[in-house]
């Protein structure tokens, strides 16, 4: 596995505080994806075991929201790059994809399944330890910010979430 590879795992929220060592373990279970530019990766309320880091290139992360006829259509809430994950929660498993994600550009991903993260976690508990933690602690993120956004204490801007004028 290539140094960049490591240096992406490094960079990984879900990854902080694993060793080199540890990085290595996980990075030897890694299988790399081709994406050409538009391509659907997955869709929101797909199945799937598989987390996912962009190496190269970007994706797009896109909800479906209604719109004030009634309809309903994708809308983007961000782009990721190199050294950011998504499908995270398939670490957790089985729970349906809750967003569809594209790749903006030819784009290469690190996937991880979630039965080789399992295996590696029950052989070194350190590694699923830190993971589980850091995952706990970003979906906690996650569910504060969407807690806020029902409430109207923040609002879209652009792709992102910003915090409301005064606020």
Known sequence: M???VIDNLRRVEIFIGLSDDELVKIAGLCKALRVPAGQ???????????????????VRIMITTRLSDGTT??????????????????????????????????????MLRALDFDALAEHNPRIGFVVMRNLARDLAYKLNASNL???GNIRWRGDELGKRAGG
């Open 2 to 4: 290539s140094a960049r």
């Open 40 to 58: 659907t990766i997955f869709n929101e309320g797909d199945t799937g075991d598989e987390l996912y880091v962009v190496h190269e290139g970007t």
């Open 73 to 110: 259509a994708l809308s983007t809430i961000n782009t990721l790059y190199p050294g950011q994950c998504f499908g995270e929660q398939a670490l957790l498993g089985g729970a349906a994809r809750t967003a569809t994600v594209s790749a903006n550009e030819p784009t290469v991903l690190i």
């Open 149 to 151: 956004l029902l409430r």
